[in-house]
């Protein structure tokens, strides 16, 4: 942080306690005029496109909308490229180290992975994280690539993005080839005031007409961040408000009830809910909205049973519709407000209550792999996302509008969770309370084969007899230690395993240093069995 001043440190420090008082646009350019005072604030000259990955704040921590991406390749073909038209091509040094890199890294694989191809993966020489000017460059990036894309008008005759469609404008071309020029922000001001790129990327997305890009969910994602970062402000709800409706959101009028959802249905701290529904988005490439009348349904609708507020239900209403196709100018129109109505009626109680323990159920299913498999939610991500969708159409009996086209009882979503789910980790999950134990699980290729006729239960992913014996390691089988040095391999016997500590017990049998007492104790864990020991 040597390049950070005494006097720059204390002149932007003030100015960060100040955010809240004035306007995005105002704060910004405050900042950027201090920066330049200081000679801190850098400009690059055509900069490659290659050398570009999205800063993790931007657009609310949703960072780049794949589809809009390749929505804004094609609008700027159907205009004609520019480059003096670029203004907002701001950006920040990647940090050489620590955890900001790290973390600005992992966000940006998590959202590649998202994309399904519709984003570039990174190269290895990327420099900088774009806070302004972020989907033109995202695209101007992969288009070289020849990937798929959505947009027909970029399409070749095999769907993929045909690059000669833009390189017959020479400007698009120069864009692409060359690059253009960027004002750099120093990777330290980033790492010392992070609070500054979150505001940055709202004066930035409100100036490029933020209400194309910047959605609903990126509102409610928004709603979450401050929620944690005003926790123990007075009016902490109005200065939220403040904060988004100044962005020119095309959900603004809404906002409040948006807000509302987050604090009553969000998951706590985080918002964790907001964010799988936005995940789920991404991964169904949905461009949908919800529209003010089904969010209002949606947050305000009351269930006759009072005993629950039905907050996993409210979520797989709303990805009903935002992975539907069935829409009016955008606003999807599979579910609508009626259809919340009657499924929060008396007659619907044991509809709805069944709905919102099933997919209680699956979460936890979600989160007892995760502790025992290291299967992480994003794995799974997927199944999951369709397993909401599923319920949230069989409890308000609209399947046939669905993506599938078909009605499935309860009893079929749950069946079908297990083998999606199944085919994920590779081998039969089982869940006793649902009494689905039959899925067909179709092997990953390579993978070994697991035994037919047993089907792995929770129980079995917390039990460290089960996880030995599924890597080979049982009561009674001779091991040998793992060794690297060339040194001769004393050989052990797995005396017991405790399910309860999750220790395994192991007696040496054979070795070949008479000097050495033999060994007989227990190793912690039955991961460092494997790690250490081989059959």
């Known amino acids: 942080m040597e390049r950070l001043s005494p006097e720059f440190r204390d002149a932007f420090g003030q100015l960060m306690d100040k955010e809240m008082s004035m306007t995005s646009n105002e704060f910004f350019k405050k900042g950027m005029a201090i920066m330049t005072e200081h000679k801190l604030l850098k400009h690059a000259t055509k900069v490659h496109p290659r050398f570009f990955m999205t800063h993790k704040e931007n657009r ?37 180290s620590g955890p ?33 000017c972020s989907h033109t460059v995202a695209f101007c ?44 922000i120093p990777w330290d001001v980033d790492q010392m005031f992070p609070r500054f790129a979150k ?14 890009e910047i959605g609903e969910l990126d509102t409610a994602v928004n709603f979450a961040d401050l929620q944690v970062d005003l926790a123990g402000v007075a009016d902490w709800e109005k200065l939220a408000l403040q904060n988004v409706k100044g962005m020119c959101m095309s959900c603004a009028p809404y906002s409040e009830v948006i807000l509302e959802f987050v604090k009553l249905y969000g998951g706590g701290p985080g918002a964790p809910h907001i964010s799988f529904m936005d995940s789920i988005g991404k991964a169904f490439n949905s461009n949908m909205l919800l529209g003010e009348q089904f969010w209002r349904g949606l947050t305000y609708t009351e269930f006759a049973d009072k005993n629950s507020m039905y907050p996993l239900l409210r979520v797989g ?16 129109k599979c579910l609508i407000k009626s259809d919340i109505t009657k499924l929060a009626s008396k007659n619907s109680t044991a509809k709805a209550k069944e709905a919102e323990q099933t997919l209680k159920d699956s979460l936890e299913i979600v989160d007892a792999l995760a502790n025992s498999m290291g299967t992480a939610r994003q794995d799974v991500l997927q199944p999951l996302g369709h397993m909401f969708v599923r319920v949230g159409l069989a409890a308000t009996d609209k399947g046939k509008s669905g993506p599938e086209g078909k009605d499935y009882t309860m009893k079929e979503i749950q069946y079908k969770f297990l083998e999606d789910i199944g085919n994920v980790v590779g081998h039969k999950v089982q869940f006793p309370k649902w009494d689905c134990t039959s899925a067909i699980v179709h092997q990953p290729v390579g993978s070994p084969q697991t035994d037919a006729t047993a089907a792995t239960s929770l129980h079995d992913h917390s039990s460290a007899t089960w996880l030995a014996k599924s890597k080979g390691f049982e009561v009674g089988k001779v091991v040998q230690e793992r060794v690297t040095d060339g040194s001769a391999k004393a050989h052990m016997e797995i005396i017991s395993i405790d399910d309860a500590t999750s220790t395994v017990c192991l007696k040496q049998v054979v070795d070949y240093n008479q000097i050495a007492a033999r060994f007989e104790g227990k190793v912690t864990t039955v991961r460092d069995v494997h790690g250490e020991y081989e059959l």
């Open 317 to 332: 209403l709303g990805l009903v519709n935002l992975t539907s196709d069935k829409h009016e100018n955008r606003i999807a």
């Open 141 to 184: 990036k992969v288009a070289p690539l020849g990937g798929p894309t959505p947009e027909k008008g970029l399409q070749d005759d095999n769907g993929n993005l045909d690059y000669g469609k833009l390189a017959m404008q020479p400007e698009y071309k120069a864009m692409i080839e060359d690059g253009w020029d960027w004002d750099v």
């Open 60 to 96: 609310n921590r949703l960072m780049l909308s794949p589809l809009n991406v390749h929505k804004k390749g094609f609008v700027i073909r159907s205009i004609g490229a520019d480059r003096k038209q670029l203004t907002s091509a701001l950006c920040v040094e990647l940090a050489p």
């Open 100 to 132: 900001t890199r790290v973390s600005n890294l992992e966000a940006n694989l998590a959202l590649i992975k998202k994309a399904s191809g519709l984003l570039a993966p990174l190269n290895g020489e990327e420099l900088y994280l774009t806070l302004g």
């Open 199 to 212: 505001v940055v990327q709202k004066a930035l997305n409100g100036a490029n007409s933020a209400s194309t």
